[in-house]
């Protein structure tokens, strides 16, 4: 990488480090203090469930599996303060709205498709109609003020990356298979309500740091220094980075082999990942 390229670059990450510590920012929001808490029916498993609904819809439509990331950061932000928010969590249908209405916007944000809002009212067996996506999409984008392009983890991976492989050298199959691992355990991050109030650049230095092992002990201790060079004060300490990656490690390698980590999808869309590809992909 050309010392113009690996500038460009550092400075990007710069901006993407800056905007997820000030207008991209999540709330613990199941934790919040609630006027109606008996009402509250929106968990970690709920939420959890509803993300492996998005992925079911973005794989059946062969769409970048980020687009979920970016979705649900939206969704996790307006929950995080919006005053309808108390609304979605106390009803388990203005939950999946808001997160139907939030993957809608996802995918047209990205350019991936022109499906329109009768599809999505479609694949939800028309539990809600076009006009209420787009009431909802509207106070979406109002409570969000119009901030709908988060920095995801995999984003900040990639130029993290870029900026290791302008000081370390190694085949870019190994390169390739950092960046499929990385991007895996972003995955995980995105369905674990733990992850809504990690910084993305944590979540991705962690994921990084959990790839050594594909390395070779002298290549595995020369990315380590990349790694440290590349975090500066904007970043969060090296001990928040350390936890974060401990716990996405017994996320993603903990669970082998348990079939209670499965999560079936909700009711509402049970069929629709299957009929995707027969009706639109």
């Keep these: 990488m050309s010392s113009w390229n690996a500038s460009f670059v550092a400075e990007s990450l710069l901006a993407m480090i800056q905007r997820e510590q000030t207008v991209y920012r999540s709330s613990d929001y199941l934790e919040t203090p609630s006027p109606t808490p008996s009402l509250r ?13 998005c992925y079911s819809f973005i794989d059946a439509c062969h769409f970048e599996r980020e687009i979920v990331a970016v979705a649900m950061e939206m969704v996790d932000r307006f929950l995080s303060k919006s005053s309808n928010a108390e609304a979605a969590l106390c009803d388990r249908l203005q939950f999946q709205l808001l997160t139907v209405t939030s993957l809608y916007v996802a995918v047209k944000t990205r350019g ?8 999505f009212c479609s694949i939800s067996c028309d539990i809600y109609s076009v006009d209420e996506i787009e009431a909802m999409e509207l106070t979406l984008l109002s409570e969000l003020e ?7 983890g995999v984003q900040m991976a990639h130029h993290i990356l870029a900026l290791v492989s302008s000081a370390v050298r190694f085949e870019q199959s190994i390169c390739i298979a950092i960046l499929d691992e990385v991007m895996y355990q972003a995955e995980y991050a995105v ?16 994921a990084i740091f959990n790839t050594l092992e594909l390395l070779d002990k002298q290549n595995a201790q020369a990315v380590v220094r990349s790694l440290l060079s590349i975090m500066d004060e904007e970043f969060d300490s090296l001990e928040i980075i350390l936890d974060t990656k401990s716990r996405l490690h017994n ?15 909700l009711p509402f869309s049970s069929t629709s990942a299957r009929e995707l590809e027969l009706r639109v992909c």
Excluded: N
């Design 41 to 53: 029916i929106v968990d970690e498993v709920v939420r959890t469930k509803m993300v492996d609904w």
């Design 112 to 119: 991936e498709s022109a499906l329109g809002i009768d599809f």
């Design 146 to 152: 119009w901030r709908i392009s988060p920095p995801t």
């Design 191 to 206: 369905r674990d309500y733990y992850f809504v109030t990690q910084r993305p650049s944590s979540v991705a230095m962690a």
């Design 251 to 265: 996320l993603v390698y903990g669970q082998e082999g348990d079939d209670s980590a499965t999560i079936d999808p």
